[in-house]
């Protein structure tokens, strides 16, 4: 099995780095061995070239003097050659391997028997060798026979240094070596920087899932981008507000469904017992003169029982929900309905008025008359509760696409942030009388219609509910 480089576990900023270090390492490698062979061939090659060059004319100014055996004449022309910067020696062999002249001039008589000297002193062309002295010195060696005509006489020889070269590469490939680790070092802090800049996001992204999974709905990630991990975060936040609201809904239809229950049934048990008190109270009316006193009692005992029955109801709308049957409604028929039904209701008072605008464009709608009738009933009620002795309402409808908005409109004195937050749960009420169920049933029913509710109030600055329901196409 391949063994893996970094463990499994690895941050994806480590592999990220790594990755980058390995490649350009792998590349300065590359480039540094390239550099280095390039650089070798070209002095090498023109060290070679020069050489020979110069071994050539020595081999050639020297035949006049081989020719006549001019010892003198040949000595001359080593030492002119030899005087060369480079030159460490130039001499003059004899296809024995006996030295006939050198630039030392001890050198003279010895036989050489080295295979370098027996290769250069049977040279038959030019030739070059290529070795390093017992000293450390590298030495090109060139070899050229000298030829008297056609006969080959003696080699012509001579020997270049070529440790200034030598040095040269090796201080080229020191430089690209100290280049390489600067450049190494600056890759690294490069590829740290750029690794923590990409990962980072990912990062909050995994942090941000962590959150979600222990419940933490309330998480966003910060959108800093518009590649593509900003649209993955744009992505992530859209799924979780969308998360938060279904288990929002969730928890709300539960907790409406097992309050529902509740109410329906404490209704369905109080129902009896109410027709019982007011047929007794009807019965004592009937009877014998009653004082006074007692007739008043009588008429508070009726009152309570007939906000007991409001209520009743309440819980049976709230708890035991009728589904909708939708039709095509009037808008304004049910509107003046429910306007003449508060006109003569004790609860509202007289110094409230009612002002209503309905758009001709936006008059039908499908809905259940009777429950059309109960929402606009409690928004209306509610908002002259909430005025008091006196005030304004104005309700307007508008058309928008396929629906028709209604827009019920109070001066009164608004709802506070967190009591808005909790208007449409079920026994949330901020009156002594109320029920907190009159917000509820109309959420309820508006959402059986397919329609959308929404409030919007600050406090001392009143308060509109819009209520949008389906038009007419
Ligand atoms: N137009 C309004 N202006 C100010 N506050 C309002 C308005 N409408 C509703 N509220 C607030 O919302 C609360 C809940 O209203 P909801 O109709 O559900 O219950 P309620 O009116 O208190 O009781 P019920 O309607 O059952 O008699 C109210 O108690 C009130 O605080
Ligand atoms: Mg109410």
């Given amino acids: 099995m391949p063994r893996r480089l970094l463990p ?29 062979y390039v650089q070798r061939r070209a002095l090498l090659s023109s060290v070679e070239a020069s050489g020979l060059e110069i071994a050539k004319i020595f081999a050639f100014s020297s035949v006049p003097a081989v020719a006549n055996g001019d010892y003198l004449m040949l ?38 028997r080295d295979p370098l000297s027996v290769r250069a002193a049977a040279a038959d062309r030019a030739i070059v060798q290529h070795y390093v ?25 001579v020997g270049l240094s070529i440790e200034r070269e030598m040095a040269g590469i090796t201080r080229t490939g020191l430089s690209i070596v100290f280049l390489g680790l600067a450049a190494l070092t600056f890759s690294l802090v490069w590829a740290a920087y750029q690794s923590r800049k990409l990962t980072r996001p990912v990062e ?42 279904a288990r929002h809904d969730l928890i709300t239809k539960t907790r409406m469904a097992a309050m529902g229950e509740i109410s329906a049934r404490v209704a369905h048990e109080t129902r009896n017992p109410l027709g019982a008190l007011t047929n007794c109270l009807h019965l004592l009316r009937r009877g014998k003169p009653i004082a006074q006193e007692d007739a008043e009692l009588i008429e508070i005992m009726e009152a309570e029982v007939q906000r007991l029955n409001t209520m009743v109801s309440d819980f049976l709308a709230f708890g035991r929900p009728r589904p909708p049957r939708a039709d095509r409604v009037d808008l304004r028929e049910v509107l003046t309905r429910v306007l003449g039904l508060l006109e003569r209701d004790l609860a ?13 464009a936006a008059t039908i709608v499908w809905a259940d008359a009777a429950q059309l009738q109960q929402v606009l009933w409690n928004l209306l009620l509610n908002a002259a509760q ?88």
Avoid at 21 to 33: N, P, Q
Avoid at 81 to 108: C, D, K, N, Q, W
Avoid at 136 to 156: H, K, Q
Avoid at 348 to 360: L, M, N, R
């Fill in 386 to 473: 909430a005025m008091g002795e006196t005030g304004k309402i104005r309700v307007t409808t508008s058309r928008r696409d396929d629906m028709v908005e209604v827009a019920i409109a109070d001066d009164g004195p608004g709802i506070a942030p967190d009591a808005l937050a909790k208007i449409f749960d079920p026994f949330f009420t901020t009156r002594s009388t109320g029920s907190g169920l009159g917000l509820a049933i109309v959420k309820r029913i508006v959402d059986d219609h397919g329609g959308s509710i929404r409030v919007d109030s600050k406090p001392g600055a009143g308060t509109t509910v819009f209520v949008s329901l389906c038009g007419e196409r």
């Fill in 204 to 245: 909050a992204l995994v942090k941000g899932t962590r959150e979600i999974v222990r419940g933490n709905l309330d998480h966003r990630l910060p959108v800093r981008s518009a590649d593509e991990i900003g649209q993955l975060a744009e992505a992530f936040n859209k799924m979780v507000t969308e998360l938060a609201a």
């Fill in 348 to 360: 509202v008072s007289p110094g409230i008025h009612i002002e209503s605008s309905v758009d001709p």
């Fill in 75 to 112: 000595q001359h022309v080593v030492d002119g050659i030899a005087s060369e910067p480079r030159a460490l020696y130039a001499m003059i062999l004899l296809p024995s391997g006996e030295v006939f002249v050198h630039s030392t001039a001890r050198e003279r008589g010895h036989v050489y």
């Fill in 8 to 36: 499994r576990t690895a941050s994806l900023q480590t592999r990220f780095a790594l990755q980058a270090v390995l490649s350009t390492v792998g590349l300065f490698v590359i480039v540094m061995i390239l550099v280095l």
């Fill in 133 to 157: 002295r017992d000293d450390g010195i590298p030495v090109f060696d060139f070899a050229v026979p000298v030829f008297v005509l056609t006969e080959r006489r003696a080699t012509a020889r």
